[in-house]
């Protein structure tokens, strides 16, 4: 051992300790393992330094004649079990988290809180020459005191020990607690963080999460199940009613096909009938998104039924009118018309049906018609790599070929019914004038043709593929070396 640390002991064994602390707040968080070897080989060497003087952990502090070398010795013993511990927890710590991850954090500081206490007394017992029974039996009348005065906290740190034993859910898992819904943020001694879909944090206690009804919606990790639920008028016929929910279902792609969605009739009172639709989706983002668009497509296919959404305000007495005249007050492109030129319009269209599976029109025709779809689902096929797959769905109010109407362009995608539909055509000889007359709804019928045609290109194209930068290893591998 090097003559300064020899003649200096006590000062280089406190610099020890100085320089862990400085190191361990130096070397960043990302290198876990650097900061863990730089901890063992400081604590190596301050143990070192103290056995070689005679600074025994496991004996009394020497330097008796001395008072001021014995009580630094003896600061200087204690500290040594205390850096023990502190050293064993930190590698148990790292072992831990490589096995169980962050789960088992509040394990870990059960452990390191364990740690810590032996090396308390065995610091007292050894070091102090301390009756070790006497400061048990005290230790113990403390402890009792001290749990009665803690009693919930206690509660909740055995809750926390529990609900990480048993994982009901974990770091960023989305749950619901007593109805209080948020992700989950950390789980620590006393509660249980959320955070809301507000953004606001949502502190649980974990004695009352122990207790409470927990609902994960992460579980299974690839199916999330959503809800939308609509009153309708007792006097709609219930059949009409779960058909024309059923073809909403169908017509919203993100739905998983298994488990399948369903529609369900829930309760009836004099003032309307409540339905539900239920189904899954595979991520948790989609879920509102698939809420908002699954209520559309039920308000769409039920106006398309003749059957409305129930509300306070609603006009029980509409006017008597023909499918097609109906059709074009729901449509955002023809609603601009003025009455008389919807009646005159709707006179000219012609209704077509078509069963599940028929082909309503192939790619590469040039339309001379325009379809407005009534009732149904339409499913959109483009092609890519030589293969089939479904681009989008289609239903109640939307129009097909105004490709060919426009510009004389063939049609991009296959349209075929996905289930039975119902719709209107409009033969290009009638439509061209009107749209010429009518710039408005030409120029909606442009904005609407440009969309599909780029989203049909972005949906078909292959990405570009981005070069990998091979480096020194990659090269010696490609050449077997």
């Known amino acids: 051992m090097p003559s300064f640390i020899a003649d200096h002991p006590m000062f280089c064994a406190l610099a020890l300790i100085f320089i ?19 901890r063992l080989v400081i604590f190596a060497i301050f143990s070192a330094v103290l056995f070689n003087d005679g600074m025994n952990p496991m004996q009394a502090a020497p330097y008796a004649d001395n008072t001021a070398l014995h009580l630094a010795a003896t600061a ?49 017992a050894y070091v102090l020459d301390l009756p ?13 005191i ?23 859910y974990q770091i960023d898992d989305w749950i619901s607690i007593d109805g209080t819904e948020g992700r989950v943020t950390d789980i620590d001694w006393r509660a249980t963080r959320l955070q809301t879909s507000q953004g606001s944090m949502a502190v649980i206690p974990n004695s009352l999460a122990a207790k409470a009804k927990i609902i994960n919606f992460s579980r299974p990790a690839d199916m999330f199940g959503l809800a939308v639920s609509l009153q309708i008028s007792p006097h709609a016929r219930p059949q009409v009613v779960i058909e024309a929910l059923e073809r909403a279902m169908q017509g919203c792609r993100p739905l998983l096909a298994k488990p399948a969605p369903s529609v369900a009739f829930k309760t009836s009172a004099s003032g309307g009938v409540e339905y539900e639709i239920s189904g899954f989706v595979p991520a948790m983002g989609l879920k509102r998104e698939v809420r908002n668009q699954l209520y559309d497509l039920a308000f769409r296919h039920l106006q398309a039924a003749g059957v409305g959404i129930l509300s306070a305000t609603e006009n029980t007495t509409a006017p008597a009118m023909s499918g097609a005249r109906a059709l074009l007050e729901r449509s955002s492109i023809f609603s601009t018309l003025r009455q008389e030129e919807k009646e005159t319009f709707s006179q000219n269209m012609t209704l077509h049906t078509y069963r599940a599976g028929d082909m309503i029109l192939p790619a590469g025709e040039v339309s001379d018609h325009l379809f407005i779809v009534e009732s149904g689902v339409v499913s959109v096929m483009l092609i890519k790599g030589g293969h089939k797959f479904e681009a989008g769905r289609m239903g109640p109010g939307e129009v097909i070929g105004e490709a060919g109407i426009l510009s004389d362009q063939a049609t991009l995608a296959d349209f075929t019914a996905k289930t039975f539909c119902t719709l209107y055509r409009i033969e290009k000889e009638y439509l061209k004038p009107c749209l010429d007359a009518r710039h408005d709804i030409s120029e909606a019928m442009k904005a609407l043709l440009d969309f599909r045609v780029h989203a049909a290109q972005a949906l078909t194209q292959d990405a570009p593929v981005v070069p990998v930068k091979k480096g020194f290893m990659q090269w010696l591998r490609s050449r077997g070396l």
Do not use: E
């Open 76 to 124: 200087l013993q204690i500290g040594w079990w205390l850096f023990a511990a502190r050293t064993l927890t930190v590698l148990i710590g790292a072992v831990m988290m490589q096995r169980v991850g962050h789960t088992g954090r509040l394990l870990q500081d059960i452990v390191g809180a364990v740690i810590f206490l032996i090396a308390i007394i065995a610091a007292m």
């Open 20 to 38: 862990d602390i400085a190191v361990w707040r130096l070397i960043s968080a990302n290198l876990a393992n650097w900061k863990l070897a730089a």
């Open 146 to 168: 001290v749990g009665l005065a803690l009693q919930s906290t206690l509660s909740d740190v055995f809750s926390g020990i529990v609900l990480n034993t048993t994982k009901p």
């Open 132 to 144: 070790v029974k006497g400061v048990l039996a005290t230790s113990g009348a403390v402890a009792i």
